[in-house]
């Protein structure tokens, strides 16, 4: 018997085991590289338009669990601002839905704003204990650098001339006419 080329046999299978035992690990890191990858790509969020963030902080998140699907922020369009005004239930009769009026945000109060109505929300919502429309109204003007989303102020609507006296009496006399119902 030849022993030498049974050895020989034995060493070129086991190498050819060797080789396919080290092209599937080097297939599997190939798979786990690639699979990281995608998940670094997808690891980085991008808005589909231009916007500011309007809700949430990543820092106060820092280190706890996030589940996939998770509402970590929320980015507001920049383009197309309107101005949402809550007017009071008792006031919602002097409204046509396009009257023109001027606001004033809480963060520059000395800049008035010209602003044009739009819609008025048919259904009244709560706040504040008081029920109250919303009328949605455009910027006549092309919005400033710092208009942000969700910013408050007040607004005044031009619903037509009054005299002084009903100016000065017309919600004591509602008043009064609900109190007494007349």
């Not at 070129?12 to 798979?31: N, Y």
């Amino acid at each position: 018997r030849d022993w030498s080329s049974d050895v020989c046999s034995s060493d070129l299978a086991h190498s050819l085991a060797e080789m396919r035992i080290a092209d599937a690990l080097a297939q599997q890191s190939q798979a786990r590289l690639q699979l990281v990858r995608h998940r670094l790509d997808q690891s980085e969020i991008r808005a589909p338009f231009h916007g500011a963030v309007i809700e949430g902080d990543l820092r106060e998140r820092l280190g706890a669990p996030v589940r996939q699907g998770d509402n970590l922020f929320r980015v507001a369009k920049l383009k197309g601002l309107y101005v949402v005004a809550d007017v009071p239930e008792r006031d919602i009769h002097e409204l046509r839905g396009t009257e023109s009026g001027e606001i004033a945000f809480y963060s520059q109060p000395r800049l008035k704003f010209p602003i044009q109505g739009r819609i008025l929300e048919p259904a009244a919502t709560t706040k504040e204990n008081a029920n109250v429309f919303q009328y949605r109204c455009d910027l006549a003007t092309a919005p400033e650098a710092w208009f942000r989303p969700g910013m408050g102020g007040i607004a005044k609507i031009n619903v037509g001339k009054r005299r002084l006296i009903w100016i000065v009496t017309h919600r004591t006399v509602d008043f009064l006419r609900l109190y007494f119902w007349w």
